[in-house]
Structure formats: C-alpha cells, structure tokens
C-alpha cells in the first residue's frame, strides 16, 4: 500500500510539473517573432544526453529541486597539501561548473564530473598530483543507507530480545521477518546446506543493502535522488567482497575440482584448468556487470521518456510519455527487489560450491 500511495503521488506531481512546463515553454515562444523563436530555441536546445548523464553520474553536490541544493564537502590531497572546502565554490546556483581558487585553481570536468586542477592557462594540469576523497552523492547515500540499515537491525534485534523468539512479532519486526525467512529458507539453505548459519548475517546484510539503495535510486531526477546502485565502483566493491568471502571459505575439494578435476582424463584436465581458474574470477564480475546494467538500464530509460516532453515541447507528448515512464517504474520496483535476490542467490550459490564436500567421489 505504501509503494502504491508513493507511485501515485509522484505520477501525479511529475505529470502535472510536466505539462505546466511545456505550456510555460510554449507561452514564453508565443509572442515572440520567428527570428527572436529561433535565436530563443538555438540558445536554450535541449541536450537529451547530458540531462540523463546529468542524472545518472555522481556529482559533488546534492540537488534538491529548482536552485535548492545541500553542498557537500570537497575533500582533495594534492602537492601542496590537503584541501577542504563546500561544493558550493564548485557549483553555481544554475548548477554550472566555476573556477575555485584554493591552493591550486580547480573546476569540475564537463565531461567526467570529476574535480581537476587547472594550470595558468585556464586548462587542465594532468601533470600536477590529486586525490579526490570528496563525499559525494554517491557516498552521502551510501553512508545513509549504512545508517539505514544498522538502525532497522539494530530495532529488531532489541525487539526479539525483548520479546523473543517465540512472541509473535510486531511492527517493523512483523514486516522484516517473512524477509528473513525467505532469505533463509530460499536462498541459504538451497544453495548452501547444512553450514548456511555461518553465511546467514552475511546474506542478509547485502540482500537487504542491495534492495534499500535500489529503492533510494529507483528515481534519479527525484529532488535527492542518488543513483549508487547504477555506480559501477559500488558494484564492484560488493562483488569483490562476495569474491573474497568466497575464496577464503572455499576447501579443499573446490580447488581440487578447479585444478585437477577428478574422474577426468589427463589431457581434458590440463585444458579444463585454465577455464576453471577463469571462471573463479569471472563470477564476481558478473555480480558487479548484472547489478550495475540493470539499475542503470532502468534510470536511462525512465529519463529517456521524460525527456522526449522537453524535445517535443508539447502537452500531447506528456499524455504518452508520463504513463509509459510510470509503467516502467512500477517495473523498477520489481526489478529493485530482483536485483537485491539475484546478487544474495547467485552469492549463496557460489559460497556453497566452494564449501560443498565430496564424500561420494573420495568413497568411489
């Protein structure tokens, strides 16, 4: 009920933003002649790409709706020093790039978004020594999302510990269990066997990390919207700690069956080897590729449709636009939930392949 309250209001609120847009566009051309129309329309073009990549990519500073931003903290190393200052010298009020004067000259790069240090000449020093360690959107929700879920575990925790394990739970506690269960039963105990205790604190956290950046991210141009789980560098910290938890865990019976496959004869080992290794680190790539794709994929099309509106520059777009940008985004929060289960399954998956034993191989 409570996503279907927050779908609706927000088809409501972007439709009527939309359509009160394109009239206020199509009322600011109306009397105007055609030369002054078409010097107005060369000079504000709308550039569909950068919107979307606008939205998507990290930025230094977080947006909240028309000139309303919260600047965040510019944290950089260089030659001469550490430096710290508000985004705000970065960013103007129109959300464009400026020139900062500090120890060095910096401005954030166009193309990449990324702060750089600019020589006397106004243009990029490559040469001259930098390390962002900025908290950005990106990692502003990602310390949000830690606190997230630390303080929703940390709730349920105490209440089982109040209640017990044998109360029937209430609250929040009543929404996350049947969660839990599920985590537990159709994914631990499936792919992992009768070990899945050890893992079950460790499942849990990404499925449930997973699934809450999912849905923080679910709309990028909402006012605060951040897009972490389409940040490839998310992605790939979770797969290579999946891939480390993994490969420490492993026994054995695993690398035996990477190595020197039992059963096999000689020459097909020595070629199997190799792809088996392969396969060791092609896994957790495919967790980081899977989950960033599919959320991005998601975001870009959303926008996609949303900014046809402004190409258009017509109330008639809006009518096709918004429901179809709406359908997609009830898809996203499916697909929220599936990424968040695909990422634990496959997971779970790997983690008891490598604990698995094989008793019946060493009797045969």
Not at 126 to 145: E, G, M, P
Request: with cysteine.
């Amino acid at each position: 009920m409570a996503f279907k309250g927050i779908k609706s209001l927000l088809v409501g609120v972007l439709a009527g933003f939309l359509l009160l847009n394109s009239s206020a566009v199509k009322a600011q051309h109306g009397g105007e002649t055609t030369t002054d129309t078409t010097k107005a329309h060369n000079v504000e073009e709308f550039n569909i790409t950068e919107t979307i990549m606008d939205h998507v990519k990290d930025s230094y500073g977080w947006h909240l709706w028309g000139h309303t931003s919260v600047s965040l903290p510019v944290i950089l190393y260089t030659d001469k020093g550490l430096e710290v200052f508000s985004s705000s010298k970065l960013i103007n009020e129109h959300h464009e790039a400026v020139a900062y004067a500090g120890k060095n000259t910096y401005k954030v790069n166009k193309e990449s978004g990324k702060v750089q240090i600019l020589n006397a000449h106004g243009t990029a020093n490559h040469k001259a020594k930098l390390f962002d360690i900025s908290i950005t959107k990106n990692v502003a929700t990602l310390l949000l999302s830690m606190l997230l879920v630390c303080v929703v575990f940390l709730s349920v925790a105490r209440a089982y510990t109040k209640r017990g394990v044998t109360s029937a739970p209430k609250g929040l506690q009543s929404f996350l269990e049947p969660i839990i269960l599920f985590v537990r039963d159709d994914i631990a105990k499936p792919n992992i066997g009768p070990k899945y205790t050890k893992y079950m604190p460790f499942l849990l956290s990404i499925f449930f990390f997973i699934w809450l950046n999912n849905l923080l991210g679910l709309i990028p141009f909402f006012p605060g919207g951040a897009n972490l789980s389409g940040n490839i560098a998310f992605t790939m910290v979770l797969a290579l700690i999946v891939f480390v938890v993994v490969n420490v865990n492993s026994n054995k019976a695993f690398w035996k069956h990477v190595f020197w496959m039992p059963g096999v004869p000689v020459p097909m080992k020595i070629f199997l080897a190799p792809i088996e290794l392969l396969g060791v680190f092609i896994k957790p790539i495919s967790l980081m590729i899977r989950l960033f794709a599919n959320i991005t994929a998601g975001h870009i099309l959303v926008l996609a449709l949303i900014c046809l509106i402004f190409v258009f520059k017509a109330v008639a777009a809006a009518a096709v636009a918004v429901p179809f940008a709406a359908f997609i985004y009830c898809i996203e929060l499916l697909v929220a939930f599936l990424q968040a289960f695909i990422f634990t399954m496959l997971t779970a998956l790997y983690i008891g392949m490598a604990t698995e034993e094989h008793h019946h191989e060493e009797a045969h």
